[in-house]
């Protein structure tokens, strides 16, 4: 296959997003694909207010040259940004069949940042998407949430890497116990403060960065602030915590969450959209209402039945899922 991935995020960004495509691309590649990133550094751009870290092109049309320069066989549009943006237009006015894929509640995120009504929000999202010949999504939930928004969904299985993330990488970490890990963007969408607020014994620890960090940092001292982390530093603190603990409300998926369970350490969790479909209740961790509850029955789980779940992920198996769906276009 001769495949162009069209996104709007891409490394040096830390997030699922990009965790999700570079991954994808790389295992791709490995089976002999061709595959052609169409990405922010190829462009001019500016920095996305309040996001500092993530650059938006301004000349997005320059994809178009791109992508008659590469003709590929398959044209997949990750984003709904500039770029993006510039290519659905593109196809659709040349009539080209395109796949695209939904990682992003943006409705939700535009409420929370600069107030415009969700419904509003979602008249793009359906626009954006409802040419594409499939758009993929990540969860069962989320299909059948997207149900009245966007025509054509497919799932879209995704993977983690288990070389990296595993128990293996469990060392004893400086702090008091038990170890209550969350890991990512620190901003007003993932809900954090909910962790934050928890009265528990032991030891907070955040991994990540973001606009609402030095907010938080003067607000909760008594929290181990790290900064981002990545690779080997990354996997110690998922292996040596006790539990993960997500307060997100606004998750498609949650990267995160299935790597800390295939690092043998249960998952606390909202029961909502992304990690119910990642957590096995009971088992990988706990789907609750009272978080402070689950964060306990989480501390009680086995951690070696946590870690068989790798079994069922790999990057193997999430890109002969992409594969199949572009596939279905022909």
Known sequence: MKIALVTDAWKPQT???VNTLSNLTETLRSKGNEVEVIEPQQFNTIKLPKYNEIQIAVNPWRAIKMLNSVRP??????TEGPIGLAVRVWCSFKRI????????????YFKIYLRIP??????????FHNH???????TKNLQRELHSKINKTEFWRRGVNTNLFNPNKKKKLPYKGPIWLNVGRISPEKNLEAFLKLELPGTKIVVGDGPMLKNYRQRYPEVIWTGY????DLSEYYASSDVFVFPSLTETFGNVCLESIVSGTPVVSYNVNGPTEIIRDGVTGIIC????????????LDREEVAKEASFWSWSNSAESFSNNLEKIN
């Open 97 to 108: 069949p395109f796949t695209t894929s939904y990682h992003t509640k943006f409705p939700e």
């Open 118 to 127: 969700v419904w509003l929000g979602y008249l793009y999202v359906s626009w």
């Open 73 to 78: 066989e398959y044209i997949h549009i990750c």
């Open 15 to 17: 997030n699922g997003v």
């Open 132 to 138: 594409a010949c499939r758009t993929m999504v990540s």
């Open 229 to 232: 982390k990545f690779g080997e």
């Open 289 to 300: 209402d009272d978080l402070r509850d689950g964060c306990f029955k989480a501390l009680e």
